[in-house]
C-alpha cells in the first residue's frame, strides 16, 4: 500500500461548488503539505503543517483552507471554486527535523488529485 | 532561499551517462542543495542532497563545486525511465518547505 494517499484522484466540479482533497500517511510524519501544480510549472506550496496544532499558510493559499485531522490526515477544501483553481494538487509529508543536519529531511508526495473547475 | 537556474530541456542517450547542471550564485553558508524528479505528472521524488561534500547514493551523484555556486546531478547510467523534470532546490535552514522553480526536463532516448 501508497504511504501517502490521496483522494479523489480526479475530480471535475463547477464554479461555486465546495470541494474538499484528502490526503494520508502511514509514514508517522508530522509535517505534511499540499502543493499545486499548473501545467508546465513547478509546485507551489499552498499550506503546511508542522504537527496537528501548527497549520501555515505557503505561498498562494488565498481561496484555500485546510483542516489538520489528525497527524495522518491533512484536508485540503476550496470553499467556492473558480476556473483558475484547475490544477493538479499534491499532498507530501516529512519527519521531524533533527537538531543538526539539513533543514528539510526528504518529503514523501502522494500521486496527485487532478481537479478541472469548469 | 537562493534562486537556480538550470536548463529547460536535455538529451541523453541510454546507457550514457546524464549530467544536470545547476546554478545557485547567489547560494548562501547555511544553504543546502536539494534534488528531486517528476516523472510525468507523477508526485516529485526525491534523489540526493548535499551542503558542500559530493554525495552519492544508489540513484545519482551529485557534484558541488567548491565555491558552492553550482552544483551537478549525475546519473551514470541513464535509462529509459530516468526520463522526468528535474528540480534543483536550494533551501536554508529557515526554510519550511520546497521551492520548486520549472527544473529541466530529460528526455533519454533508445
Known amino acids: 500500500d501508497a504511504d501517502v494517499t490521496q483522494t479523489p484522484r480526479n475530480r471535475i466540479t463547477k464554479t461555486g461548488k465546495r470541494i474538499m482533497l484528502e490526503c494520508s500517511q502511514t509514514k508517522g510524519h508530522d509535517r505534511m503539505y499540499w502543493y499545486r501544480q499548473d501545467p508546465g510549472l513547478g509546485l507551489r506550496l499552498i499550506y503546511y503543517?508542522?504537527?496537528?496544532?501548527?497549520?501555515n499558510k505557503g505561498e498562494i493559499s488565498d481561496g484555500y483552507s485546510v483542516s489538520r485531522q489528525a497527524q495522518a490526515k491533512f484536508s485540503l477544501s476550496l470553499e467556492s471554486a473558480i476556473p483558475n483553481q484547475t490544477a493538479l494538487y499534491f499532498c507530501a509529508t516529512s519527519d521531524r527535523v533533527p537538531g543538526q543536519g539539513p533543514p528539510l529531511n526528504e518529503q514523501f508526495f502522494g500521486p496527485g488529485t487532478r481537479l478541472t473547475v469548469l | 532561499d537562493a534562486k537556480t537556474t538550470q536548463p529547460p530541456s536535455m538529451d541523453c542517450a541510454e546507457g550514457r551517462a546524464a549530467n544536470l547542471p545547476c546554478n545557485h550564485s547567489?547560494?548562501?553558508?547555511?544553504?543546502?542543495v536539494y534534488w528531486y524528479r517528476q516523472i510525468h505528472s507523477q508526485g516529485p521524488q526525491y534523489i540526493i542532497h548535499?551542503?558542500?561534500n559530493n554525495e552519492t547514493n544508489e540513484m545519482a551523484s551529485l557534484i558541488i563545486t567548491e565555491d558552492r555556486k553550482s552544483s551537478t546531478l549525475i546519473l551514470p547510467h541513464a535509462t529509459l525511465r530516468d526520463t522526468a523534470v528535474y528540480y534543483c532546490?536550494?533551501?536554508?535552514?529557515?526554510?519550511?518547505?520546497?521551492?520548486f522553480g520549472k527544473g529541466t526536463s530529460l528526455l533519454v532516448t533508445p
Open positions: 548535499g551542503l558542500k
Open positions: 503543517s508542522f504537527d496537528v496544532k501548527d497549520i
Open positions: 547567489t547560494i548562501s553558508g547555511n544553504e543546502y
Open positions: 532546490i536550494v533551501n536554508s535552514n529557515s526554510g519550511y518547505a520546497l521551492n
